[in-house]
């Protein structure tokens, strides 16, 4: 009898460990694994300051992202959860197929690992593990990271995923054991 045994892979793909050249960080990036961001469904309404000059920073209506967790400077084990918030701006998922026109004020989240904030307008790279694309609007990631202090940047990218102007924060986090 004919016995076929084939050598293949296990055919199981585990979450795409990704590792940063330098073998500074392995990132574990579970983003597309949270199936439920329902929390996601009640549009966040942008207000603009109706009487105020556009692009004024006034408390009320600025708009922003920033890291509910970690805090910036913050000391954290490892897996690293984070928590991205925004104001001022709608968090919501990619549209499918070709995106021709982004959606004004919508965008959603990205997170650059040992990365700065980028200028407003560029194309956020995709198919690298030091830019996740929180492509499905959702807001949270558990990463797997090295010992020693890390830098990371929030980012909000538009509909064709280029930055939009302002909106990013970087914080550093120290992970220990
Ligand atoms: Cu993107």
New binding site residues.
């Given amino acids: 009898m004919y016995r076929s045994e084939y050598p293949g892979r296990p055919g199981r793909v585990r979450a795409t460990a990704a590792r940063v050249a330098a073998g500074v960080v392995i990132v574990v990036a579970v983003a597309c694994g949270s199936p439920a961001p329902s929390n996601e469904s009640e549009p966040a309404v942008a207000t603009a300051p109706a009487e105020d000059h556009p692009g004024d920073d006034h408390g009320g209506g600025a708009t922003r992202v920033f890291f509910v967790e970690p805090k910036a400077g913050a000391t954290s084990k490892s897996p690293v959860r984070f928590v991205f918030g925004a104001e001022g701006i709608t968090i919501s998922p ?1 549209p499918e197929g070709t995106v021709e026109t982004p959606r004004p004020q919508i965008g ?1 989240h ?1 997170l650059g690992v040992e990365q700065d904030c980028m200028p407003g307008g560029q194309e ?1 790279p995709r198919g690298t593990p030091n830019w996740v ?1 929180f ?1 499905k609007g959702d807001n949270t990631i558990d990463m797997q990271l090295t010992p020693g202090t890390h830098k990371f940047a929030l980012q909000v ?1 538009d509909d064709q ?1 280029r930055t939009i102007e302002g909106l990013c924060e970087a914080i550093t986090v120290t992970v220990t054991e």
């Fill in positions: 990619v959603h990205h956020i694309h492509g990218g995923h």
